[in-house]
């Protein structure tokens, strides 16, 4: 038989007064402070705005994490919660209550509400928060005198309706506050708009910048000096949409050239930059030596695809200092035959005691490109993780590469495509050649090393839009059945 434990003194006095509105919000001023938590929770589950009003414009604690509540937007509760960030700087609560010094209204999970928040809970949830900058940025004496509102951005085509209240109402307190936006993510609005919003936020603080837009190049160089501002920016996803790709083949060569160095000029003033993908930058053709070249500090993870690569592009993997510690490679949508991967096995040698997924996918490399960096390959003993699916490459240069692998006894995911000799003319598969030549290749490894989990995986059918994979189990695409 199981037994509820029953309900704790502290428990209960919570329910009491959350089903109470007047007494919980006359009782605040001399209420313990252990209880703010616990009672706060109760009042947001019951979605009472008054008490969380009153609540937050008396907050006791150095940080309210109340964004760790908000599962599903709420207005209503977002409006309560602002009210009381509104009545707590108008001053008309007692200094003892007057603690509250950060806001957070992001949506992760905090500790702070698993325990009960007493003096040192409180303290150490604050610390959590508020995290310290790491770079020395004028007028700190008057940021410290302001609440600091900390919170995360999706910004998607059109605002929702709590993004364009809470907009609405940071943008007309923005010098009462200290607004923090750590993780803003753009998709498909105006440059007008997104300057706008900018200007609410200190641009020092945002340390993740998603941008996914159709810009065009001459508006994205008018947007980076926005950039340039944002000093402490760790992961930087950087995405354009080809719909304008049109009229920039159009654009004169010198109009291109000026806004490609434009952009690239804002690099350097990354100094936290360690994540770095790029999609779509048609423009950076003949230019990834300038922009690798011009970091500041070394990056942990390079991603870069549908970009046409150049052989100086290619040189930049051996060349530029910021790519020695690089744990993580991809390059996806790359078409790379026509061009030498010596300086790809020469990057391999610099990172082998730092890179941990390589995935080259969709480049169309030939047998005589990946037999150029196969031997550096096998001096990468951290790779955890590896993918060379959609490549051109025969059932020898796959047997080599497997062979190559031995000292890769790290690996937990490998991914490899269907060698050459599965296809008729026109890459049409044949199904029953793809399951033995993927057979013989996973005996092949096996000989070598026991691999963890492996697929071997046919380029993508013309008719069903399905791969055929082979590894722990075959699956063929609907054609092939």
Same mark, same amino acid.
Not at 175 to 183: N, R
Not at 203 to 224: D, K, R, V
Not at 312 to 329: I, N, P, T
Not at 358 to 374: K, P, Y
């Given at each position: ?13 919570? *329910? ?125 004496? #008057? $940021? ?11 910004? *998607? ?10 907009? *609405?109402? #940071? ?13 803003? /993510? ?42 340039? *501002? ?27 050239? %000026? ?36 970091? %500041? ?50 990057? $391999? ?26 031997? #550096?390959?096998? %001096?990468?003993? /951290? ?17 080599? $590469? ?5 000292? $890769? ?73």
């Amino acid at each position: 038989m199981n037994f509820q434990a029953p309900p704790t003194l502290l428990s209960l006095a919570v *329910q009491s007064l959350a089903k109470n509105e007047a007494l919980a919000i006359n009782a605040l001023q001399e209420l313990p402070r252990e209880l703010f938590p616990p009672l706060f929770k109760a009042a947001f589950t019951g979605r009472h705005t008054k008490i969380l009003k009153e609540m937050v414009g008396a907050w006791p604690l150095p940080c309210l994490p109340v964004g760790a509540l908000m599962n599903i937007p709420d207005m209503t509760v977002l409006q309560a919660v602002l009210d009381g960030v509104d009545k707590q700087m108008t001053g008309n609560f007692s200094p003892r209550n007057q603690k509250l010094q950060v806001l957070d209204l992001r949506n992760v999970h905090h500790h702070f509400w698993d325990v009960s928040a007493g003096p040192e809970d409180g303290d150490g949830s604050a610390e959590t928060v508020c995290q310290k900058q790491k770079a020395t940025r004028p007028h700190r004496y #008057a $940021l410290r005198r302001r609440l600091k509102v900390v919170t995360d951005l999706p910004l *998607q085509f059109d605002l929702e309706e709590n993004q364009t209240y809470f907009l *609405q109402w #940071a943008q007309e307190r923005r010098g009462f506050l200290h607004l923090c936006c750590m993780k803003m /993510q753009i998709r498909g609005l105006t440059i007008h708009t997104v300057r706008k919003i900018l200007q609410i936020f200190q641009p020092y603080c945002i340390e993740e910048l998603e941008l996914n837009t159709g810009w065009t190049l001459s508006t994205l160089a008018c947007f980076t000096p926005c950039l340039g *501002q944002m000093k402490n920016l760790c992961k930087l996803h950087l995405t354009l949409v080809h719909e304008k790709l049109f009229t920039f083949l159009r654009t004169s060569t010198d109009i291109q050239e %000026k806004s490609v160095i434009k952009v690239i000029s804002q690099f350097p003033k990354l100094n936290s930059l360690q994540h770095l993908d790029l999609t779509g930058l048609y423009f950076l053709t003949g230019h990834m030596n300038e922009l690798l070249g011009c970091l %500041k500090t070394p990056l942990e993870f390079l991603s870069i695809a549908l970009c046409k690569y150049s052989q100086s592009d290619m040189e930049s993997f051996a060349q530029c200092q910021s790519l020695h510690h690089l744990k993580h490679l991809h390059l996806a949508g790359i078409i790379l035959h026509d061009l030498s991967l010596v300086p790809l096995g020469i990057f $391999l040698e610099n990172v082998a005691n730092t890179l941990k997924t390589l995935e080259l996918e969709h480049c169309r490399m030939t047998d005589s490109q990946v037999s150029a960096f196969i031997p #550096a390959l096998n %001096k990468c003993s /951290q790779l955890i993780s590896v993918n060379f699916c959609d490549n051109d490459i025969s059932i020898s240069v796959l047997t080599n $590469l497997l062979h190559h692998t031995a000292n $890769l006894s790290q690996l937990i995911m490998e991914l490899f495509p269907a060698p050459l000799e599965c296809y008729e003319t026109g890459f049409v598969l044949r199904a029953e050649r793809f399951v033995q030549l993927s057979s013989e290749l996973m005996n092949t490894l096996c000989t070598v090393r026991q691999p963890h989990s492996i697929c071997f995986a046919s380029q993508l059918c013309l008719i069903c839009s399905q791969h055929c994979t082979y590894g722990l189990e075959t699956r063929l695409c609907h054609c092939c059945q």
